[in-house]
Protein backbone atom coordinates (compact mmCIF):
# COMPACT_ATOMS: atom_id res chain seq x y z
CA UNK A 1 0.00 0.00 0.00
CA UNK A 2 1.63 3.06 -1.30
CA UNK A 3 0.62 6.86 -1.73
CA UNK A 4 2.98 8.78 -4.11
CA UNK A 5 2.53 12.58 -3.69
CA UNK A 6 3.81 14.51 -6.24
CA UNK A 7 3.91 18.07 -8.12
CA UNK A 8 6.17 20.21 -5.19
CA UNK A 9 8.61 22.75 -6.87
CA UNK A 10 9.98 26.52 -6.61
CA UNK A 11 7.02 28.88 -6.89
CA UNK A 12 6.79 32.85 -6.46
CA UNK A 13 4.72 34.55 -3.73
CA UNK A 14 0.82 34.91 -5.81
CA UNK A 15 1.30 31.88 -7.53
CA UNK A 16 -0.46 28.54 -8.30
CA UNK A 17 0.60 25.26 -7.68
CA UNK A 18 -1.27 21.85 -7.73
CA UNK A 19 -0.27 18.85 -5.61
CA UNK A 20 -1.41 14.93 -6.53
CA UNK A 21 -1.20 11.57 -4.33
CA UNK A 22 -1.91 8.64 -6.20
CA UNK A 23 -2.89 5.66 -4.63
CA UNK A 24 -1.93 2.19 -5.22
CA UNK A 25 -5.10 0.93 -3.51
CA UNK A 26 -8.41 1.24 -4.76
CA UNK A 27 -9.46 0.34 -1.25
CA UNK A 28 -8.55 4.17 -0.45
CA UNK A 29 -11.78 5.38 -2.23
CA UNK A 30 -13.07 4.61 1.47
CA UNK A 31 -11.21 6.42 3.65
CA UNK A 32 -10.98 10.15 4.09
CA UNK A 33 -7.92 11.62 3.23
CA UNK A 34 -5.90 14.90 3.89
CA UNK A 35 -2.77 16.85 3.28
CA UNK A 36 -0.72 17.83 5.83
CA UNK A 37 2.51 19.76 5.86
CA UNK A 38 6.05 20.66 8.02
CA UNK A 39 7.73 23.34 7.50
CA UNK A 40 11.48 23.97 7.95
CA UNK A 41 11.69 23.86 12.08
CA UNK A 42 7.89 23.58 12.13
CA UNK A 43 5.72 21.29 13.70
CA UNK A 44 3.76 18.67 11.20
CA UNK A 45 0.28 20.48 10.42
CA UNK A 46 -3.10 19.64 9.23
CA UNK A 47 -3.80 21.24 5.93
CA UNK A 48 -6.76 19.99 4.66
CA UNK A 49 -9.12 16.93 4.50
CA UNK A 50 -11.74 15.60 2.46
CA UNK A 51 -14.26 12.38 3.07
CA UNK A 52 -14.47 9.23 1.14
CA UNK A 53 -16.82 10.45 -1.45
CA UNK A 54 -16.14 14.15 -1.35
CA UNK A 55 -19.42 15.14 0.16
CA UNK A 56 -17.22 17.12 3.33
CA UNK A 57 -13.94 18.80 3.10
CA UNK A 58 -12.41 20.25 5.70
CA UNK A 59 -9.06 23.27 5.99
CA UNK A 60 -6.85 24.83 8.12
CA UNK A 61 -7.31 28.23 8.99
CA UNK A 62 -4.40 29.46 7.19
CA UNK A 63 -5.12 27.98 3.58
CA UNK A 64 -9.11 28.48 3.46
CA UNK A 65 -10.09 30.37 0.69
CA UNK A 66 -6.47 29.51 -1.35
CA UNK A 67 -6.83 25.79 -1.26
CA UNK A 68 -8.98 23.41 -2.35
CA UNK A 69 -9.00 19.67 -1.83
CA UNK A 70 -10.26 17.24 -4.47
CA UNK A 71 -10.77 13.59 -4.80
CA UNK A 72 -11.30 11.50 -7.92
CA UNK A 73 -12.16 7.59 -6.27
CA UNK A 74 -12.20 5.91 -10.54
CA UNK A 75 -8.82 6.81 -10.58
CA UNK A 76 -7.67 7.03 -6.99
CA UNK A 77 -6.06 10.06 -6.73
CA UNK A 78 -6.46 13.29 -4.36
CA UNK A 79 -5.28 16.64 -5.77
CA UNK A 80 -4.60 20.11 -4.05
CA UNK A 81 -4.86 23.19 -5.47
CA UNK A 82 -2.90 26.13 -3.89
CA UNK A 83 -3.76 29.53 -5.19
CA UNK A 84 -1.71 32.69 -4.16
CA UNK A 85 0.96 30.97 -2.03
CA UNK A 86 2.75 32.50 0.82
CA UNK A 87 6.51 32.59 1.77
CA UNK A 88 5.19 30.71 5.23
CA UNK A 89 3.46 28.08 2.79
CA UNK A 90 6.90 26.63 1.76
CA UNK A 91 6.96 23.24 3.64
CA UNK A 92 6.92 19.09 2.56
CA UNK A 93 3.56 18.23 2.01
CA UNK A 94 2.39 14.75 3.07
CA UNK A 95 -0.80 13.35 1.61
CA UNK A 96 -2.68 10.30 4.38
CA UNK A 97 -5.33 7.92 4.43
CA UNK A 98 -7.25 8.22 7.09
CA UNK A 99 -8.33 5.11 9.32
CA UNK A 100 -12.10 6.03 9.06
CA UNK A 101 -14.42 7.44 5.85
CA UNK A 102 -14.27 11.23 7.27
CA UNK A 103 -10.97 13.18 7.48
CA UNK A 104 -9.98 14.18 10.81
CA UNK A 105 -7.52 16.98 11.65
CA UNK A 106 -5.43 14.85 13.60
CA UNK A 107 -2.47 13.06 12.50
CA UNK A 108 -3.01 10.02 14.67
CA UNK A 109 -5.88 9.28 13.05
CA UNK A 110 -3.94 8.66 9.83
CA UNK A 111 -3.00 5.08 8.91
CA UNK A 112 -0.82 5.55 5.47
CA UNK A 113 1.30 8.63 4.75
CA UNK A 114 2.97 9.16 1.48
CA UNK A 115 6.37 10.13 1.22
CA UNK A 116 6.24 13.82 0.89
CA UNK A 117 6.39 16.69 -1.96
CA UNK A 118 8.34 20.11 -1.25
CA UNK A 119 7.13 22.98 -1.72
CA UNK A 120 9.00 26.35 -1.92
CA UNK A 121 7.46 29.71 -2.21
CA UNK A 122 9.70 32.60 -2.56
CA UNK A 123 8.71 36.51 -1.52
Known amino acids: VQLQASGGGLVQAGGSLRLSCAASDRRFSNNGMAWFRQGPGKEREFVAGISWNGGATNYADSVKGRFTISRDNTQNTVSLQMNSLKPEDTAVYHC?????????????????WGQGTELTVSS
Open 96 to 112: AAARRAVAATAAREYTY
